[in-house]
């Protein structure tokens, strides 16, 4: 690893950044049984931290990946270059008919505090409490509810995600955007099993306007972007 880059995380980050041994060793595995041992460890605090690491590991060439709760069972919050862990990003604000989370919120945090208003988040995986709603997203969960209230992708309105290039986008918020993803989906119908989850690929059948241009991000694990 170039000293180089944890100088500039360091100095930037307002987080935490790590690169001693045992957080490595932590970091390099999750829920699956793969091991990767990442170079750099970034705990961010707040949006400007994820934009600031995404656009210095984008100058050093270095992969990043988005961790939540490290719950998931196939490796998919391992990497060798720098892990994002949105553990601090873990704000709810819960509204009349919906709830704004940060997604290092913990399912069994928000589960409490929407117990106390007498709602409920559907989607439930049976890991239960312990993944984060990032998570839930990165992989669409579904869980004992789904057959009656979908899976994540069904109950999700909007995503706020940094893509690769540091860039802050709201989906559907930002039209433009949208109607890009939009437009740009073109489905085989023959290519795409009938069955009630599909778990394979970006959830492209999902998309079928503008408005659900969201639904691209829920299941498509970190690799477009951090929500
Ligand atoms: C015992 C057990 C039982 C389970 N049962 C079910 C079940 O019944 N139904 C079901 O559907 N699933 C089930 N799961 C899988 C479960 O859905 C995942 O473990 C969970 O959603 C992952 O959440 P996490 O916070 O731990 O994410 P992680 O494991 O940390 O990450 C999972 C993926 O999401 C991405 N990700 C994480 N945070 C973000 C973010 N902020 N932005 C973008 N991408 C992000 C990561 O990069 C990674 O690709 C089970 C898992 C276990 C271990």
Redesign the pocket.
């Known amino acids: 690893m170039k000293k180089s880059i944890l100088k500039l995380l360091e100095s930037k980050i307002k987080g935490e950044v790590h690169n001693e041994k045992y957080f490595r060793n932590f970091y390099s595995v ?2 699956s049984s793969y091991q990767l041992i990442p170079q750099i460890v970034v705990i961010p605090t707040d949006e400007e931290d994820i934009i600031k690491t995404i656009k210095i590991a984008k100058k050093y060439k270095t992969s990043v ?9 196939v490796g ?2 391992l990497n060798h270059g720098i892990i994002i862990d ?1 553990k601090k990003i873990n704000f709810i604000k819960i509204n009349k008919k919906s709830a704004i989370v940060g ?2 919120i913990l399912k069994g945090k928000l589960d409490i505090e929407l117990q106390k208003k007498g709602k409920f988040f559907p989607p439930n ?3 239960g409490n312990f ?2 709603l ?6 669409n ?3 004992s509810r789904s057959v009656k209230y979908g899976s994540t992708i069904d109950n999700v309105k909007e995503v706020t995600i940094i893509d690769g290039n540091g860039k802050k986008i709201q989906l559907p918020k930002n039209k433009k955007i949208s109607k890009k993803i939009f437009q740009n989906i073109l489905i085989d119908d023959k290519k795409i099993p009938k069955t009630s989850k599909n778990s394979s690929g970006y959830q492209i059948k999902k998309v079928t306007s503008n408005k659900e241009a969201h639904k691209i991000i829920i299941g498509s ?2 690799t477009l ?3």
């Not at 990032?134 to 992989?139: A, H």
């Open positions: 999750d829920s990946t988005v961790r939540g709760a490290g719950t998931g069972l998919s919050a949105m997604s290092g995986p049976s890991i993944c984060s990032g998570g839930m997203l990165g992989n969960s579904s869980g694990e970190g972007g951090i929500i």
